[in-house]
């Protein structure tokens, strides 16, 4: 029996030694090593890349018609007034950007369908009469030059314009025109926007141009007033204001720190 006391306080002995001793066994052991967060990646919209998409608005052209004579016979120019042709445009445009850094340079090419008619009533060389124009079709070929802040873009434009014509004059109130003309012409355009990536391939801007497109003969064909025709000058300019949207490929958006 003595034995086995003995034997029991030994055991509580080494028991109560190895609880004292383990806070100090674990003080001796190596704090876990701290490792910082990685930091956060920060998305980069990347313009660059084709791009495809269509656009729709408002446009005014403005012209101012002065006569001239006719084909055979010219006369010293007669002004016949000015008037706006204005109305409603839809059309598409392909392009392609490329981005260095945050500036973004591109071409552009844009076609569009017009309906923009206008006219007035000139007081000489034709009292009575009513002078009326027509744009049913415009396209635009330009260069863009842009400066981003990650999915913003603000540019400039600058390129070539051409625009369908259609002319007539007539008495007025009546329902068929006594002449009429229609002609193709080339200008220059100059114009700046706003564009906005709202996912990585998609983006929609507002875009304003102004195009100078001269100062052109243009002849009407001939009627009982006038049987060989006649000229008038018409200088012309347009204003074009749509909203775009497009879709990109390529380009896709980089990370950085």
Same mark, same amino acid.
């Given at each position: ?66 006569? #001239? ?65 027509? #744009? ?93 025709? #006649? ?27």
């Amino acid at each position: 029996m003595r034995q086995a006391i003995k034997s029991l306080v030994l055991g509580l002995a080494a028991a109560s030694a190895l609880g004292l001793a383990s806070p100090s066994f674990a003080a001796d052991l190596a704090a876990r090593p701290y490792t910082k967060a990685p930091p956060m990646l920060a998305a980069v919209y990347d313009w660059s890349g084709f791009y495809i998409g269509a656009n729709g608005g408002w446009a005014s052209s403005r012209s101012c018609w002065d006569y #001239v004579g006719s084909p055979t016979a010219r006369v010293a120019a007669v002004s016949e007034g000015c008037h706006d042709a204005d109305g409603g445009t839809a059309g598409g445009q392909i392009g392609y950007n490329w981005q260095t850094g945050s500036w973004v340079f591109g071409v552009d090419a844009q076609g569009n369908w017009a309906d923009l008619k206008g006219s007035n009533d000139p007081a000489a060389p034709l009292p009575g009469t009513t002078n009326r124009s027509k #744009v049913d079709s415009f396209g635009m070929f330009t260069g863009r030059i842009g400066y981003a802040w990650n999915n913003a873009l603000l540019y400039v434009r600058g390129g070539a314009a051409v625009v369908h014509d259609k002319y007539d004059f007539g008495f007025t109130g009546a329902a068929a025109p006594l002449s009429t003309g229609s002609e193709t012409r080339w200008g220059g355009t100059v114009g700046a926007g706003v564009e906005y990536g709202f996912t990585p391939n998609w983006s929609a801007a507002i875009d304003y141009q102004h195009a100078f497109m001269g100062s052109r003969d243009v002849t009407f064909g001939g009627f009982f007033l006038a049987p060989t025709g #006649v000229v008038e000058n018409v200088k012309q300019d347009l204003d074009v204001v749509t909203a775009r949207i497009n879709y990109r490929w390529g380009g896709p958006a980089v990370a950085r720190y």
